[in-house]
């Protein structure tokens, strides 16, 4: 259980097989040959592992109980019972709310590069660009909507050093706040700085779509990890 809390928290794949693996009763073989495509059979095998390995401790627990009520001829110990209720309570647990255990992860794991996104939220905050361009950092970007843009588009979607982690598009808000679109493994959501006076809120972009706030964690530094329905 610990191995497992401590995947999905470390893991960005981990949710991910998760949100694949969820048609597993409908279409067997097609849904475990598309998660295979995604995560790779490692992955796929080690979750496989440890939940067999789970399993059975528990089914092994579970026939000693029986066994040890069977020789006393008498109901299984209170405290045994209390025991497995727990155990069970944890698994459960663990079910339920293993997107916040990864979205806690997500949190950590961007907090780590906060430097890299500072080195490219700083040269953007008093210099926006107003066309078309390239950046050192950012390489070419498309700049919407025409004349006073407030969307980049980035048309090589640069990665943060040493992760898969990609920048794929850079939002400006009228309190200055940068809003940098996640793509990769850890993609979905986003990672914002904010001025003192602004915090994290849905908003409209450059294309004219509209994004809900759903969550916030902070960053440290201004920063924040934001997620928007849809």
Not at 79 to 100: D, E, P, Q, Y
Not at 143 to 148: D, I, L, V
Request: glycine content about 10%.
């Amino acid at each position: 259980m610990a191995a497992l809390s401590l995947w999905a928290a470390s893991d960005p794949w981990f949710e991910i097989m998760l949100q694949h693996l969820q048609g597993l009763f409908v279409a067997p073989a097609a849904t475990i040959q598309e998660t295979m495509a995604w995560v790779g059979l490692g992955r796929l095998l080690s979750l496989l592992l440890l939940v067999t390995v789970a399993g059975g401790g528990a089914a092994v627990w579970v026939m000693a109980l029986c066994r040890r009520a069977g020789h006393d001829r008498s109901l299984v110990s209170l405290r045994s019972l209390v025991a497995l209720t727990g155990v069970m309570a944890l698994w459960c647990s663990l079910f339920l709310n293993h997107s916040a255990i990864a979205w806690q992860g997500k949190r950590v794991r961007l907090a780590l590069q906060r430097d890299r996104f500072d080195s490219i939220a700083r040269p953007l905050r008093n210099d926006w660009p107003t066309r078309d361009g390239s950046l050192q950092h950012l390489g070419p970007y498309m700049a919407y909507p025409f004349g006073k843009p407030r969307t980049l588009i980035l048309l090589t979607s640069p990665s943060v050093t040493g992760t898969q982690l990609c920048i794929s598009a850079i939002e400006r808000c009228d309190s200055g706040a940068l809003k940098l679109q996640l793509a990769g493994p850890d993609g979905g959501d986003w990672a914002e700085w904010h001025p003192p006076s602004s915090q994290p809120g849905s908003f409209t972009g450059g294309l004219n779509e509209h994004h809900d706030l759903q969550a916030s964690l902070e960053l440290g530094g201004g920063w924040y990890l934001v997620r928007y329905r849809g």
